[in-house]
């Protein structure tokens, strides 16, 4: 060996602690891509998901009626903020989350459009600032690039939702038989705003209404379980309706959704509508068309009567402001004992039940039946008052063909169809 064989290896071996120095950079540089984009794109996808449930959620809502605007942005922002978005943050890692600002409406040219009776399509676009990034912004830190390199980025999603014919559908198990001469083109023989009574008697007679179970049985368990919340998905033209027999009790599920309970049963599992307000001849004194939907009390009707619309805006109870069972009995019935086998109703008002739990549950979907009891169409009922007894006459109000554009039913159902009742659809 001569003396200047041992400089060499201490020199490489410096060269390798830089070399690695240098490969450690550019590999933590990718794993930061990996890390920090990755995250990235984790927000985007929970953030669509809750842009495509608020867009969903307010086309719902688009009946052209003059509250449909304000309903649909309560409806749109309330869905989506029910998603986790932020891996998972409920809150969305306290960087906001969705507002009525976030929500806008166009028409059938898809203008930007303030007028309800022109909304067709609701729009949700929201951008969610203030995701964090942890590697990208040490790189920057190390490279004294910090402007490129910040503590959080932003995220950007949108949806757009329309309303369109369902294939099938989710109906109460209620059918209504077509007056004489009556068709799709006059509305069945009905008046818009018309009061028809279902009868428990084996099968409605035309121009009547009948219990019917979807699933084509003939079991009154049937019926009850396909009136109970989730029902019964599917229902399609040209479904053959089975006639129940003996109802015994039915009167419990039609009446959680006027937010009427009894035992255990509570609101916030057993949903009222946003109202419980009930209309009968004995507090709604206008003669036919009754329009309890949207039309005003005639004189005569009681102090509290104003229309479903209006009570619904306000979250009244079948007590109106109150939440005595005798006196919303009181004045429904004029008889403050026809509702003695129920114990309690959901509160009224901003802060009340109805509010909190209640959704659009009186604005049925029902099917209308031929006399072999096979589904032709489809039209939309108002649900009226509660039922007093299982085996009780109850009536709806008639709103029209369901797959009208001005249909205040939007039900759940499979879209696709070409004359079905009418449920949100992404289109974009």
């Avoid at 004294?144 to 109906?171: E, K, Y």
């Avoid at 009427?260 to 599992?269: A, F, G, L, R």
């Avoid at 001005?406 to 039900?411: G, H, I, N, T, Y």
Wanted: charged residues 15%.
């Amino acid at each position: 060996m001569t003396p200047d064989s041992h400089p060499q290896p201490r020199r490489q071996h410096g060269a390798v602690i830089v070399l690695v120095c240098i490969l450690l950079f550019f590999l933590l540089g990718f794993v930061a891509i990996a890390f920090d984009f990755g995250r990235l794109f984790i927000v985007k996808t929970e953030l669509q998901t809750a842009m495509d449930a608020c867009a969903l959620a307010a086309a719902q809502e688009l009946d052209q009626q003059p509250t449909a605007l304000a309903r649909a942005r309560d409806a749109g922002a309330t869905a989506a903020n029910l998603n986790r978005v932020n891996l998972q943050s409920l809150n969305w890692d306290g960087q906001g989350q969705v507002t009525a600002a976030d929500i806008s409406f166009r028409d059938a040219a898809y203008a930007l459009t303030t007028a309800a009776a022109n909304a067709r399509y609701a729009q949700c676009q929201h951008t969610q600032a203030g995701v964090r990034m942890w590697l990208l912004h040490a790189m920057g830190a190390f490279t004294g690039n910090r402007a490129a390199n910040p503590t959080s980025r932003m995220v950007l999603a949108g949806a757009v939702a329309t309303r369109g014919s369902a294939q099938s559908t989710c109906p109460i198990p209620v059918a209504l038989k077509s007056r004489a001469g009556g068709s799709r083109a006059n509305n069945f023989g009905f008046q818009i705003g018309e009061w028809v009574t279902i009868f428990d008697k084996g099968g409605a007679s035309a121009g009547e209404m009948g219990w019917y179970n979807l699933d084509g049985s003939k079991s009154a368990q049937e019926t009850f379980n396909e009136l109970s919340e989730g029902g019964r998905c599917g229902t399609r033209l040209g479904d053959t309706l089975g006639t129940p027999g003996a109802q015994t009790s039915i009167d419990r599920p039609w009446n959680y959704r006027f937010g009427i309970y009894k035992n255990v049963d509570v609101p916030s599992v057993n949903h009222p509508d946003q109202t419980g307000y009930a209309y009968t001849s004995a507090n709604w004194k206008n003669p036919a068309p009754q329009n309890a939907f949207a039309g005003t009390a005639a004189a005569g009707s009681h102090a509290t009567a104003q229309n479903y619309i209006t009570k619904r805006a306000a979250w009244a109870s079948l007590a109106d402001t109150g939440t005595s069972i005798k006196t919303g009995s009181q004045i429904a019935f004029g008889d403050s004992s026809k509702l003695n086998g129920f114990q309690k109703l959901a509160t009224p008002g901003a802060a009340g039940e109805h509010r909190k739990y209640g959704y659009g549950r009186r604005l049925a979907v029902v099917p209308v039946i031929n006399d072999a009891a096979r589904v032709i169409d489809f039209v939309c009922m108002f649900m009226l008052a509660p039922l007093t007894g299982p085996n009780d006459p109850s009536q709806l109000e008639y709103r029209g063909l369901a797959g009208a554009p001005d249909s205040p039913c939007a039900q759940g159902g499979m879209p696709g169809g070409a004359a079905g009742p009418l449920v949100p659809v992404l289109v974009r």
